[in-house]
């Protein structure tokens, strides 16, 4: 069975600063990975997905991934943060094509961006 | 264009109940899925409809079940409630059955919240 693990409960960084939200993972075969946003009192927003192609993945809001596949991680990264980013971040893995939209998610990060 | 739409924002029920949830996906799309969100857990996934067929099922009691019909609106149902489904139930809807689509993107409603008593 496939997991995923957000090392972080929280992240805290101050505006302007790069922030990084760690995401590792498990899965048999190739991983579909995806980061999800939410804010409060909504649901989740889409960011950014790895599917296959470049290790490195643009998304939404200025947000990239990197995926790691020897280190199983796929990263979110964003150059320069803004107080807006403060947020609810949740990595998901689907295990293969067969599953559908049935991903598994992480536990959460969530991010603080202080001015 | 209008987001998914879930229906009613908040519920409250007493154990022993049954509960109905709604979803109205993004017009076009044709999957649904649903998922539930509590503190505890963390995010599950329930089941996913396409085109009227459940497609993938979570590790859930068979008093969660769920339909689909052929405007692709879909339903949710929880009997006999118990405590522990005190949740946010949310619905995402995708333009095709997840897999099959280079376009991979889940769009979700802002949830239901349940409060079983």
């Known amino acids: 069975a496939q997991s995923v693990a957000q090392p972080e409960d929280q992240v805290n960084v101050a505006e302007g600063n790069p922030l990084t939200v760690k995401c590792t993972y498990s899965?048999?075969?190739?991983?579909?990975l995806f980061w999800y946003v939410q804010y409060p009192n909504r649901g989740l927003q889409f960011l950014l997905k790895?599917?296959?192609?470049?290790?490195l993945v643009k998304g939404s809001y200025g947000f990239e991934a990197e995926f790691n596949k020897s280190q199983t991680s796929f990263h979110l990264k964003k150059p320069s943060a803004l107080v807006s980013d403060s947020a609810l971040y949740f990595c998901?893995?689907?295990?293969?094509?067969?599953?559908?939209?049935?991903?598994?998610f992480g536990g959460g990060t969530r991010l603080m961006v202080k001015p | 264009k209008a987001g998914v739409t879930q229906t009613p924002r908040y519920l409250i029920k007493t154990r022993g109940q049954q509960v109905t949830l709604s979803c109205s996906p993004i017009s076009g799309h044709r999957s649904v899925s649903w998922y539930q969100q509590t503190p505890g857990q963390g995010l599950q996934f329930l089941f996913e409809?396409?085109?009227?067929?459940?497609?993938n099922k979570g590790n859930f009691p068979g008093r969660f079940s769920g339909r689909q019909f052929s405007n692709s609106r879909s339903e949710m149902n929880v009997s006999t409630l118990e405590l522990g489904d005190s949740a946010l139930y949310l619905c995402?809807?995708?333009?095709?059955?997840?897999?099959?689509?280079?376009?991979?993107?889940?769009?979700f409603g802002s949830g239901t919240q349940l409060s079983v008593l």
């Open positions: 995402a809807s995708s333009l095709q059955q997840g897999g099959f689509s280079t376009n991979e993107k889940l769009f």
């Open positions: 998901a893995v689907r295990a293969n094509n067969n599953a559908g939209n049935m991903l598994t």
């Open positions: 790895y599917i296959t192609g470049d290790n």
């Open positions: 899965v048999s075969g190739n991983p579909y």
């Open positions: 409809y396409f085109s009227e067929t459940q497609r």
